[in-house]
Nanobody
Framework: QVQLVESGGGLVQAGGSLRLSCVAS????????MGWFRQAPGKEREFVAR????????DLIDSVKCRFTISRDNIRDTVYLQMDSLKPEDTAVYYC???????????????????WGQGTQVTVSS
C-alpha cells in the first residue's frame, strides 16, 4: 500500500522560508518520479515541481523557479521542497505526488496517474 506523508508546512512571513518533506512507502522509491502540487483556495490544483527517479533532472513552474528547489534522498525515501523568498501568493495546500508508473513512463507526472499525500498547509502573510 502506497503512503505519502508530508510535513513542514506552517505560517511564515513574506520573504521567509519553509522546507516541505514527504516520506514515501509502498514502492521502490528510487524507481519513481516525485513531485509537488499545490491548491490555493478557490483554485484548481496546479503542478509546482517534479524530479526524476535518480534526481538528475528537475522541473519547476516559472513562478517559483528562482525561489524553490526540489530534491530527493533515495536512501531515506524522501522528497523535499525548499521554498525561499515566499510570497503571499504561494499560500496553498501543498501535496506530494508519486507517479504510479516507473522510470520514464512516469515522467509527465500526470495528475490522473499519481498517488497523493494528505497535503500540508503553507500560509504566507504579507
Amino acid at each position: 500500500q502506497v503512503q505519502l506523508v508530508e510535513s513542514g508546512g506552517g505560517l511564515v512571513q513574506a520573504g521567509g522560508s519553509l522546507r516541505l518533506s514527504c516520506v514515501a512507502s509502498g514502492r521502490t522509491f528510487s524507481n519513481y518520479v516525485m513531485g509537488w502540487f499545490r491548491q490555493a483556495p478557490g483554485k484548481e490544483r496546479e503542478f509546482v515541481a517534479r524530479i526524476t527517479w535518480n534526481g538528475d533532472v528537475t522541473d519547476l513552474i516559472d513562478s517559483v523557479k528562482c525561489r524553490f528547489t526540489i530534491s530527493r534522498d533515495n536512501i531515506r525515501d524522501t522528497v523535499y521542497l525548499q521554498m525561499d523568498s515566499l510570497k503571499p501568493e504561494d499560500t496553498a495546500v501543498y501535496y506530494c505526488a508519486q507517479s504510479r508508473r516507473p522510470g520514464p513512463l512516469g515522467l509527465r507526472l500526470d495528475p490522473l496517474s499519481v498517488d497523493w499525500g494528505q497535503g500540508t498547509q503553507v500560509t504566507v502573510s504579507s
